[in-house]
């Protein structure tokens, strides 16, 4: 018997030729398995790396961990923020609040649009800490302190709105009192300059 190992023995049995066709049909298959066996190694590599980076954008914009308090508004956040904070496996903490409001931009030709997207309210200087959406700005800047909005390119285009337009912003609690007083208050939010 011979000193091979017996998958080694029966590979070389049959890929050695006892006729020349039988040699070509080895060497395509041999090669057909190969290249098939290369494809799916490519392919998997890439969609590796794909559903990745995808992770990694979509927690960039949403953190790993949420904590609400549903249908109403959490009064002792800071106490929570500390508690959750003080764990040594955390690295930032944030508040934020998200809410359903009216949009209506205000163009100089008159021809307003009218939206209802979801905002996010957030601190800008924690929002760096958790997040990619300071990097992920395309047209402006990430400047959010006092009156200043960031619209997503979607909101943006569906509304037609450019870098420091002027957007009207009411919240349904701000819809109450705009009712209340016949659409006379709200409140006008410029869209920061670049």
Known sequence: ????????????????????????????SVLGVTMGVAVLIIVISV?????QHL????????THLKIV?????????????RLVASNRN????????????????????????VGAPWVRGLDPRMETNISVLP????????????????VGAELAHNLNLAVGDLLMIYSPSDLRKWRESGGKEGGKVPVPPR
């Open 90 to 113: 955390v690295q930032a903490v944030a508040p934020f609040v998200l809410g359903q409001v009216l949009v209506e931009t205000e163009p100089p030709d008159g021809q307003g649009q």
């Open 135 to 150: 990097k992920s700005i395309v047209d402006g800047k990430f400047d959010v302190h006092d009156r200043g909005l960031l």
């Open 55 to 62: 992770r990694q954008v979509i927690l960039g914009f949403n």
């Open 69 to 81: 308090q549903p249908h109403q508004t959490m009064k002792d956040y800071a106490r929570i923020m």
């Open 1 to 28: 018997m011979s000193g091979l190992p017996f998958e080694l023995l029966l590979a070389l049995r049959y890929l050695r030729p006892k006729r020349t066709f039988v040699s070509v049909i080895t060497l395509i």
């Open 47 to 51: 969609m590796s790396g794909f559903d």
